[in-house]
């Protein structure tokens, strides 16, 4: 396997609408083992095959808890409630957090590397991750949404304060 390359703001793959998964091969495991390995070595949480430049619905999440690492492919949340409020950072915009609204329960329907069905029941920070890619697959940034942003390399330089 190998670690790919994560794209940065702006780039325009990462405004697009993320096509759907059709073919379930040996191309889509490859794939799926590459952003779980690159997420795992940009120390992420999440990450979606547009952030390495590739429009299409496929997602990898492991907040690092019980659930370890989803692989999900053409994933739709089908549910969404209550409301949970809470700092957000991506992969392909360093340096910038922000705080944002999200749900805090959801469930997502989407498919395995065989294109098998299956649903996650996520909660907290499990349910912000998922939101989080999901959002990059429609071309949605958390910063669109933040309702606030701020520059974490200044906090570092300034001593953490902020």
Known sequence: MSI????????????EIAKPVTKFNSNLK???????????????????????GISKRVIVVD????????EMVNPVIIERDGEQ???????????????VLRADHIVVQGQDSD???FTVEATGYFSRAFQHEVDHLNGVLFTDIALNTY?????????GER
């Open 63 to 70: 907040v690092g808890d019980e659930n370890g690492l989803v």
């Open 4 to 15: 790919r390359l994560i794209v940065k703001e702006p780039d325009q793959v990462l405004r």
């Open 115 to 117: 294109g098998e069905t």
């Open 85 to 99: 409020l809470g700092p957000e950072g991506c992969l392909s915009i360093p340096n910038i957090n922000g705080e």
């Open 30 to 52: 490859k794939l799926l083992k590459d952003m779980a390995e690159t997420m795992y070595d940009a120390d992420g949480v999440g990450l979606a095959a547009p952030q390495i």
């Open 151 to 159: 520059d974490v390399s200044d906090q570092v330089r300034k001593g």
